[in-house]
């Protein structure tokens, strides 16, 4: 599943590129206003826009999906 950290990843790697979010969006062959909210963490790009957007940073997809465990509710431990 997509986090938050995946649109931080995404940032970083675009901004390292000097891309911009338009920019980017275009070689992904996505919406800007989707790769911005990826970006933020409003909303989780599925399998193919992640996939997408890994290939035109032109990183593994493995690069951009992190996985962070869900923290545990204080009544659980």
């Known amino acids: 599943m997509p986090t938050r ?14 891309l911009s979010i338009p920019q980017l969006a275009a070689q992904a062959g996505l919406d800007r206003v ?3 909210r990826i970006e933020n963490g409003f909303r989780h790009g599925n399998e193919d826009s992640r996939l997408k957007l890994a290939n035109a940073l032109g990183v593994p997809v493995s690069t951009i999906a992190v996985y962070i465990p869900p923290q545990r509710s204080k009544a659980a431990a």
């Open 5 to 18: 950290a995946d649109g931080a990843a995404i940032r970083r790697l675009r901004e390292d590129k000097g």
């Open 34 to 36: 989707s790769v911005y």
